[in-house]
């Protein structure tokens, strides 16, 4: 098994920290293989993950709105649009990807050598 098995293997599962997934990222974007095999690895998972059926507890979302609660406090006035560095995107740009069954990212720029940001 080569690295790049190993490495977009844990990449797919979402096993890495931020900094090692972000490491792949860069290094996917400069190496066909590495990406090759992301693209293996996403196939091949995704069966199982639109396999699994999985019911949140029935209290769940009472502790999630009871915690949001909990952290209501007072922020700041929001800064003027043109002190902020935001971006506008429109509905019909970018493009929709599918991660796992009920999960789905927009791409709204994808780099030359396939990196997504």
């Given at each position: 098994m080569s690295q790049n098995t190993v490495r977009a293997g844990e990449y797919v599962l979402g096993v890495l920290s931020p900094e090692e997934r972000s490491a792949v990222e860069r290094d996917a974007a400069a190496d066909p293989d590495l990406a090759a095999e992301i693209a293996f690895w996403n196939e091949h998972f995704m069966p199982l993950a639109e396999a699994v059926e999985v019911e949140p507890p029935?209290?769940?979302?009472?502790?999630?709105?009871?915690?949001?609660?909990?952290?209501?406090v007072p922020r700041p006035a929001p800064a003027p649009a043109s002190q902020t560095d935001t971006l506008t995107v429109r509905a019909a740009e970018g493009h929709w990807e599918r991660i796992a069954?009920?999960?789905?990212?927009?791409?709204?720029?994808?780099?030359?050598?396939?990196?997504?940001?």
């Open positions: 029935p209290q769940l979302f009472d502790r999630i709105r009871t915690a949001i609660q909990a952290q209501d069954r009920g999960v789905e990212r927009k791409i709204l720029w994808q780099a030359p050598g396939g990196r997504v940001t």
